[in-house]
């Protein structure tokens, strides 16, 4: 016993917390196994390695101020068929991320646009991708309050940074001439630079409407579009689903002009 804890104090004087903890019962299955020295080291480690990949996406998920947790393999296929499944296999590859490319994914609310941005997130954290998750309100308002301050620059690497920026609901309030040209400046200086995922309630012919300038709404388009690809999600709101089911509301056409 005496071996037995000095050993765990070395693990931890390591931080090789996990290891510490897990010694004493991985001592007892190597021993019914009869496993090798070697075998019993690297199933410790492994274990210790494992721990700290989960700590490591959490921390990182912190960091990403997602709004939630919900992974590809939650998502519903069968309640959105317009999903094509071979595409989000291939968007959790992240190639897109390595190419510096955007992903937008367009239609109405609850047809699931938001958890696909959100699980996308958490696969680049899990691959080690730094990566920033906001509301397009709420980043927008918080570069207007930089603006303001004189601290534009500053506050811009903010949103710089990250190899992944995750801009979500874009299109549910009109911009003024400053939101707009602020929204422009943050695209335009990622455009090359980092990958972006969108998630819009507006097809782009309405873009022209809600930043109050056409000219500048296809300035902001042409850096978007132009390495990207965009997924069209049509369906009812997965929210609604069971109330649709039970008939206490009717479907509503989602159908938009384009």
């Known amino acids: 016993m005496i071996e037995l804890e000095k050993s765990r104090t070395q693990l931890e004087a390591l931080k090789l917390f996990t290891a510490a903890n897990l010694l004493e019962s991985r001592l007892q299955i190597a021993t019914e196994k009869n496993m090798t020295y070697v075998s019993f080291i690297s199933d410790l480690l492994a274990e210790e390695l494992e721990q700290r990949h989960r700590r490591n996406i959490e921390t990182k998920s912190c960091l990403a101020h997602l709004p939630y947790r919900k992974t590809l393999d939650e998502f519903d296929f069968s309640f959105q068929p317009s999903v094509d499944q071979k595409l989000i296999a291939e968007l959790r590859t992240l190639n897109f991320i390595n190419q510096a490319a955007n992903r937008i994914f367009l239609r109405p609310p609850g047809v699931g646009k938001s958890h696909l941005a959100v699980a996308l997130t958490i696969e680049a954290n899990s691959h080690g991708y730094s990566a920033d998750f906001i509301t397009a309100t709420k ?17 811009m690497r903010k949103y710089l940074n990250p190899k992944l920026l995750v801009i979500d609901e874009v299109g549910y309030l009109p911009l003024d001439q400053l939101r707009a040209s602020l929204f422009f400046q943050l695209i335009n200086a990622r455009y090359e630079q980092g990958s972006i995922i969108l998630t819009s309630n507006k097809t782009f012919a309405n873009w022209g409407e809600l930043f109050g300038d056409e000219v500048l709404a296809t300035a902001i388009l042409d850096r978007l579009l132009h390495h990207s690809h965009i997924v069209n999600i049509r369906g009812q709101s997965y929210r609604l689903k069971d109330k649709l089911k039970a008939g206490v509301l009717s479907a509503p056409n989602n159908r938009q002009s384009s």
């Open 139 to 155: 980043l927008i308002e918080d570069l207007r309050k930089a603006y303001q301050n004189n601290r534009l620059d500053t506050r």
